[in-house]
């Protein structure tokens, strides 16, 4: 096995794996499942990483429907499973993450490349602490929210900024809308630190920041979202943020359409070099 990976991306991989093996033996889900005593929703969410398969019988049993029988693969696919029943960094903040979040936090750990485009807010991995604890203090009263919430939240957030300091640290491409930049959270002392946040995360060597001015005329994408690309054992997937959910999809349609979506608003946004001056302006004029 190569490095070791999260148990997000090990569940997905076994998934993937027990699914191709699965339709080379032209079994449906719904035969699959009677074989291991289960329903056929359930081994669907097995075979996208969404759930766990958690009885080693149960993969031993399909492992022999599927006619596994070299003892070299066996042991390779019971140690994705062994590795995939392991608890995620995330779980204790659980409470606190909306649905769909779970699986993209996991993922996101693993990633080789991030792609994102933020029209609202500051993108997260960018956020600081202050701007992060600003938000989520706003929204408290409204969404009836407990002061642990806010203090959970701000601190999952932070822990999540560690993949851009990692030894093998992820390949982050950031576009971001002015008007996520001008809408005001927290003071103006807030926001300043901010923008040197962004100016300061953007000259990493691996970290590329754009941003699309409001007077400019091109295409910009309604929903939130980011594209994640894994190494050669996983397929890319694409994250669209909403209200409440986060939706993960590794539809190859899907993640086309929104890497055009993101390819666009690149093209129309100003260059990488030009970020730091944009940043310095709104420093100023707020």
Do not use: C
Not at 63 to 68: C, P, R
Not at 99 to 116: F, H, I, N
């Amino acid at each position: 096995m190569a490095a070791q990976r999260g148990p997000t991306y090990r569940r997905r991989e076994l998934g993937k794996e027990l699914k191709r093996l699965r339709e080379k033996q032209g079994l449906s889900a719904k035969k699959a499942a009677e074989a291991i005593e289960s329903s056929e929703t359930k081994l669907n969410r097995v075979e996208t990483g969404q759930n766990q398969l958690p009885r080693v019988r149960d993969l031993t049993d399909l492992l022999d429907l599927y006619g596994v029988t070299d003892q070299l693969d066996r042991e390779l696919l019971l140690t994705l499973h062994r590795d995939s029943l392991s608890q995620d960094w995330h779980r204790p903040y659980r409470n606190v993450m909306p649905s769909g979040q779970p699986m993209y936090v996991g993922l996101e750990s693993d990633a080789r490349t991030m792609r994102a485009w933020h029209s609202q807010v500051v993108f997260g991995l960018l956020q600081t602490e202050s701007y992060a604890r600003a938000m989520f203090a706003t929204a408290k009263p409204v969404e009836e929210r407990t002061t642990e919430f806010v203090d959970e939240s701000v601190a999952l957030r932070m822990k999540r900024k560690e993949i851009l300091t990692d030894d093998d640290p992820v390949e982050l491409r950031v576009i971001l809308d002015e008007a996520a930049l001008r809408r005001r959270v927290g003071s103006p002392d807030v926001m300043r630190e901010q923008y040197e946040e962004i100016e300061r995360v953007a000259s990493l060597d691996h970290v590329t920041v754009q941003i699309v001015p409001q007077r400019l005329d091109t295409y910009r994408s309604f929903a939130n979202f980011v594209i994640l690309t894994f190494d050669a054992r996983l397929d890319p997937v694409v994250m669209e943020e909403g209200s409440s959910v986060m939706t993960v999809s590794d539809k190859p349609r899907e993640v086309w359409k929104y890497a055009r979506k993101f390819d666009a608003m690149r093209d129309g946004a100003l260059a990488p070099a030009e970020t730091a001056d944009f940043l310095h302006r709104l420093a100023r004029e707020i």
